[in-house]
């Protein structure tokens, strides 16, 4: 079992930035590739950004690519989603999962083995 706890979120105006933390409660860590993803109210659960359990690879949604980064820091069991340029587009709560297939970077909810319970962002326009 993991337990991903979210943190960061918050309320932003447009163009300004957020960086979401998720903190994994397994020393095996490293086993899991990570992914965020994002849910509006009334949306399907969309895929947002994933890394490989090394760090070494990443895998962005088209809708935030040069807006957002994914990194991990696997000394302290933490994944990190840096958002630059934040959008009203954006207002979602974030969530944080872990996939169990360690080089996967894979973007459907389902494919996914344990989930945060989410951090609200608002963007204001």
């Known amino acids: 079992q993991v337990q991903l706890v979210e943190s960061g979120g918050g309320l932003v105006q447009a163009g300004g930035s957020l960086r979401l933390s998720c903190a994994a409660s397994r020393r095996t860590f490293t086993n899991y590739a990570m992914g965020w993803f994002r849910q509006a109210p009334g949306k399907e659960r969309e895929f947002v950004a994933a890394?490989?359990?090394?760090?070494?690879?990443?895998n962005l949604a088209d809708s935030v690519k040069g807006r957002f980064t994914i990194s991990r820091d696997n000394s302290k069991n933490t994944v990190y989603l840096q958002m630059n340029s934040l959008k009203p587009e954006d207002t979602a709560v974030y969530y944080c999962?872990?996939?169990?297939?360690?080089?996967?970077?894979?973007?459907?909810?389902?494919?996914?083995?344990?989930w945060g319970q989410g951090t609200q962002v608002t963007v204001s326009s």
């Open positions: 999962a872990a996939d169990y297939i360690p080089g996967a970077l894979r973007s459907r909810p389902d494919e996914y083995d344990y």
């Open positions: 890394v490989s359990s090394s760090g070494r690879f990443t």
